[in-house]
């Protein structure tokens, strides 16, 4: 593919390296380092000028830097008469921070959508937004792209009896995300309404829907303490569940999560691998990981190429 630089953030290099690999290209040289006074330092280490810049750079660890790295980038490669610059981010960072939920709350979400078109971001591509209405943050083109269709191809492959199963959303949240594939798994789905005291901590649970002597499917956009989902789970098993999967776009697993998940009732966490996976595998060995670097690498290649990427809202590619 002629014109075409893609480059990576410290944040996931691995990512960068597979969808380099599925588009037969070269990650683009850059050096990224910090200052001994914290300060980031981004050097683009080839010419950028009348290219599609690609910025890869996800929205976990040390989530400021990591913005704050890719704003730099994204700006240097501008700066240096790139002529389109897109910044490819899996997982969006401070996408939760989308309304105001109480008085005198940010909303940073709007913050880092203003950040980023500053820099000098033309477009936007990022995975499962947990609320989709972020896209209407950016004055510039985003592509949410959906990691469902992957998602059920997993399900398909690996859970044997799959059309006995339910679909479970561990909130009103995410019921469309969940009614959307129990229509296309052409099974039920059921739903859990819960009551939070404060971020991060749940009071009750109640489950819509029956799930006796099912293999129970909680599917969300992201797993991050995991109180949620591992109360929810239990609480399945209380209802009858033979058999309780988890999926999570993105597995985040910060705090007590992997503890957490070790002691659960889950048969497995299968997560994708927008935020580097690796290290929680080897800590709990319930987390298996799909790869989604083809979906991110088809997108990057038919937005170069000015084809449509609606394709992949419904379809893996191959």
């Not at 939920?101 to 500053?118: F, G, Q, Y």
């Not at 972020?134 to 997993?154: C, H, M, R, S, T």
């Not at 989902?229 to 985040?252: N, P, Q, S, T, W």
Request: net charge neutral; glycine share 4%; hydrophobic share 40%.
């Amino acid at each position: 593919m002629p014109n075409i630089k893609v480059f990576s953030g410290s944040s996931h290099r691995d990512l960068t390296q597979r969808i380099c690999e599925r588009l037969q290209l070269d990650v683009s040289k850059a050096s990224l380092k910090k200052f001994s006074n914290r300060e980031t330092n981004v050097e683009i280490g080839e010419s950028v000028r009348g290219e599609d810049v690609y910025i890869i750079q996800t929205g976990c660890g040390e989530i400021n830097d990591h913005l704050m790295e890719l704003l730099i980038m994204i700006n240097a490669c501008k700066i240096a008469s790139a002529s389109r610059v897109a910044a490819v981010i899996p997982c969006f960072p401070y996408a939760r921070q989308d309304k105001k939920d109480k008085s005198r709350a940010p909303i940073t979400s709007k913050l880092v959508a203003n950040m980023l078109s500053v820099a000098g971001a033309d477009h936007i591509i990022t995975m499962d937004l947990h609320a989709s209405q972020i896209q209407g943050f950016f004055d510039i083109p985003v592509d949410n792209l959906y990691a469902e269709p992957a998602i059920l191809k997993y399900i398909k492959e690996s859970i044997a009896d799959w059309r006995q199963s339910v679909i479970v959303s561990p909130d009103a949240g995410g019921a469309k995300r969940v009614t959307s594939i129990a229509d296309r798994l052409n099974v039920d789905f059921a739903l859990i309404h819960k009551e939070r005291k404060r971020a991060n901590e749940v009071e009750n649970m109640t489950l819509v829907g029956d799930v006796t002597d099912k293999i129970a499917i909680l599917v969300d956009d992201m797993a991050d303490t995991c109180g949620t989902i591992c109360l929810a789970a239990d609480k399945l098993v209380e209802a009858g569940a033979k058999k309780v999967y988890a999926f999570c776009v993105h597995g985040i697993f910060s705090g007590p999560a992997i503890t957490r998940l070790n002691n659960s009732v889950f048969e497995a966490i299968v997560v994708t691998n927008t935020i580097p996976q690796e290290e929680n595998m080897k800590k709990c060995p319930k987390i298996q990981c799909i790869d989604i670097s083809m979906i991110l690498a088809e997108a990057i290649r038919r937005t170069h190429n000015g084809e449509s990427v609606s394709y992949l809202f419904s379809n893996v590619p191959m």
